[in-house]
């Protein structure tokens, strides 16, 4: 069920444990510190394969029972709370995301929520969001992250070969936006620069085994400076761990913004499908 409502809000969720029982791939990182709090990050990710984008969040502070992120008019967008034995042993990190629909209705099944990049925008507006937290002790701890629209274009040419993933640096977001319009929301002022001018700061590679198991590898890789790479070899010791014609997908993505502000967190992904490991009898159709 879409977490969206009518009136383009997120609806309230009153507990901790849906968000600790979320996907494990994301790997936002956060604004330290974060005003009273340790952390705090709002941004937007991008599945520039699958057609869909997010509104992620991560705030962390010590023995929180209640937090809330309002956007830059005071609108409370999000809020949790602790009861009973949690609100007793109090909560840290909480992080999260909005359900993802399409960007375009092409991508969406009948009845699926459709949310293209300029709806998004004006859905979550760029700016400040104020995060707030209560201790279970009353102190009140708060502070305020930038959400931009700095958006890293999706990594381009991803291949898998051997356990070794390369990609070359992309120049727009896949399905969800033509050249022109992207060239038209820059000129909309919707997006302040193009995606392929937008600086990227790291590389985040992922491959994730669809076989039941939930295990991944994860990890991330420079994209600037002396260090910057845009190839690496799977770890072997995850890879023999893995039988013959295991299923798989591969994501790598950009993970940057204005660097220069300190946004570097909005995330662009390319998904690689149907990848079959240690291929022998085949893993199904569509897989390679």
């Given at each position: 069920m879409s977490i969206f409502t009518n009136?383009?809000?997120l609806l309230t969720v009153a507990t901790t444990v849906v968000l600790a029982a979320m996907s494990p791939r994301t790997a936002t990182s956060a604004t330290t510190p974060c005003g009273g709090l340790e952390e705090c990050r709002v941004l937007v990710e991008i599945n520039a394969t699958d057609g869909d984008i997010g509104f992620h969040w991560v705030v962390d502070a010590e023995e929180m029972v209640t937090m809330h992120i309002e956007d830059?008019?005071?609108a409370k967008v999000f809020e949790n709370r602790a009861f009973h034995e949690l609100w007793q042993q109090y909560y840290s990190e909480t992080r999260?995301?909005?359900?993802?629909p399409k960007c375009r209705q092409g991508l969406a099944e009948p009845g699926e929520d459709v949310v293209t990049l300029r709806q998004f925008a004006r859905r979550f507006p760029r700016g400040s969001y104020a995060v707030t937290a209560v201790t279970d002790e009353g102190e009140v701890l708060s502070g305020r992250t930038p959400l931009t629209y700095y958006l890293p274009a999706a990594p381009d040419s991803v291949k898998f070969s051997g356990g070794v993933v390369t990609w070359q640096p992309g120049t727009a977001l896949g399905v969800c936006a033509t050249e022109s319009e992207l060239w038209q929301m820059v000129s909309d002022g919707v997006l302040p620069v193009h995606p392929m001018n937008v600086p990227v700061k790291e590389w985040e590679i992922t491959l994730a085994l669809d076989d039941g198991s939930h295990r991944e590898f994860t990890l991330r890789l420079?994209?600037?400076g002396s260090q910057a790479q845009m190839s690496v070899t799977i770890s072997?010791?995850?890879?023999?761990s893995v039988g013959p014609d295991?299923?798989?997908a591969l994501e790598v993505g950009a993970i940057g913004g204005k660097l220069s502000a300190g946004d570097d967190d909005n995330a662009?992904?390319?998904?690689l499908q149907h990848v079959c490991l240690h291929q022998d009898q085949g893993c199904g159709p569509g897989a390679d």
């Open positions: 009136a383009g809000c830059p008019a005071g999260g995301e909005s359900s993802e420079p994209a600037r072997p010791e995850f890879m023999n295991t299923p798989a662009t992904f390319t998904e």
